[in-house]
């Protein structure tokens, strides 16, 4: 999209918001008073407005309201889109400050080499590396919130746009690194070889049937009989080759690197980009790829 083209920008914005009248959704993330009473809540959106001072507004009639009040697209959530269950994943603190260091050098490098230095990304990268220097961890922020003012979101044009059709949390409203790990292979699951647990940070193998091994365990039990030792199923070529193999390392790598980028948190990230869901696979050099797992569905033994 060109964001530096006013007539790209409103047509994209229309179309997002035109998408939404008509529907049902559940109001969320409301701080006042008022907005409270009302989270939780179903309501029609029956109008959007995308030329209203202050940005794009929908009109929605709440259930058992007669009035409709204004809300924007970042407070509303599709029906069953959500959790409000807390998260019990907790990335080791040792871990977590290794991963983060190693994300803020390699996302700085990698944005300064592209170009692509985008005001929110520069800022969520010096979030996490103050706090680092100062040796604590950093502290949970807002879901997608950018960490600049409005002043700096409006003198950019992709910003406020990207700002605008931002949807809602399917969490809590917060990103916390910490928490990344939810539903993650290697986040609470347990060995199918050995019944051990399979905690975050540790090395696993994990298939596109959704079972996870410890590395040790896979190897073992693959080399008998290449197929998963649960379910049978024969797991796809990886690209470039090899056998298909998932470290629970990489994929937090990949979900942390990806806050950078989108400021999501982990449930957003987990709805919203991995519903196929996504997979990292080494390349034949090593480096972790996304893939959606559809694309590596194995084949069941006779």
């Known amino acids: ?11 994209v914005r229309s179309q997002f918001y035109q998408s939404m009248v008509g ?33 794009p507004r929908l009109l929605v009639r709440i ?16 029906p069953g889109s959500f959790t409000d269950a807390p998260s019990l994943s907790r990335v080791p603190p ?16 990698e944005v300064s080499a592209e170009g692509m230095e985008r005001p929110d990304m520069v800022a969520r990268l010096a979030h996490w590396r103050k706090h680092l220097d100062e040796q604590r961890l950093p502290p ?28 809602c949390c399917t969490g809590d409203g917060t990103a916390d690194a910490a928490r990344f790990g939810e539903g993650l292979y290697g986040a609470g699951d347990v060995c199918a070889v050995c019944l051990s647990d399979l905690p975050v940070g540790l090395p696993v193998t994990g298939l596109p049937c959704g079972h996870v091994f410890h590395k040790a365990c896979a190897a ?9 030792p649960s379910c049978a199923r024969v797991p796809p070529p990886a690209l470039n080759g090899g056998d298909f193999t998932v470290d629970s390392a990489d994929q ?18 987990a709805r919203y980009q ?16 996304l893939v959606a797992q559809s694309q590596l569905t194995g084949q069941a033994l006779g």
């Open 1 to 11: 999209m060109d964001a530096s083209d006013p007539r790209v920008v409103e047509s």
């Open 23 to 55: 529907r049902q959704w559940v109001v969320r993330h409301l701080k006042s008073v008022r907005g409270a009473q009302l989270n939780g809540r179903r309501g029609m959106v029956v109008a959007a407005d995308t030329t209203a001072p202050g940005g």
């Open 63 to 78: 259930d058992g309201e007669q009035a409709a009040i204004r809300l924007k697209a970042v407070n509303l959530a599709e």
């Open 94 to 109: 040792d871990r977590l400050v290794f991963l983060l260091r190693r994300v803020v050098a390699e996302k700085a490098e």
């Open 140 to 167: 949970p922020v807002a879901c997608m919130d950018p960490l600049l003012s409005a002043a700096e979101v409006a003198a950019a044009p992709l910003l406020t746009c990207m700002t605008q059709l931002r949807p």
């Open 220 to 228: 073992d039990a693959l080399a008998v009989r290449h197929a998963c």
């Open 252 to 269: 937090l790598l990949v979900r942390l690197k990806e806050w950078v980028v989108s400021g999501m948190c982990e449930r957003c990230q």
């Open 274 to 289: 991995e519903a196929d869901p996504l997979i990292a696979v080494p390349n034949a050099s090593g480096v972790a790829q």
